[in-house]
């Protein structure tokens, strides 16, 4: 796993920081599916964050599917580099779907979409 680093002085707040690096590493492969993370006291001594900012960012990781937890056997990379994709894109299907049930035109979606990546 890359160094992870929170920047103190970005937009987003340090849970989304962290919840992105830790997509992309998945993402590229880095974190292959059933990679064990660090426990949550760990990572957030490591990062100079509150326990319950890495519990937020494994917390809405493990609802998209993309972690698991076992319990007290920690928590895992649950998706593969492939599952990974098809969720994305399937993602992006309900968001296109969407915005058109809203009448929205497809020349203004990534408009809505870059507003949301910075939300």
């Not at 698991?68 to 593969?80: I, M, P």
């Amino acid at each position: 796993m890359t160094v992870l680093r929170i920047d103190p002085a970005a937009p987003e707040p340090p849970y989304e920081q962290l919840r992105g690096q830790l997509v992309a590493q998945i993402g590229s492969g880095e974190l292959a599916a059933g990679t064990r993370l660090p426990t949550v006291r760990r990572l957030a001594e490591e990062l100079g964050l509150a326990p319950n900012t890495v519990a937020r960012a494994y917390r809405e990781l493990e609802q998209a599917g993309v972690l698991e937890t076992r319990g007290r056997g920690g928590t895992f990379v649950a998706l593969s580099r492939d599952e990974l994709v098809r969720s994305a894109h399937e993602a992006a299907l309900s968001f296109v779907a969407r915005l058109r049930e809203l009448g929205v035109p497809d020349a203004e979606a990534p408009g809505y979409l870059s507003a949301a990546l910075r939300a």
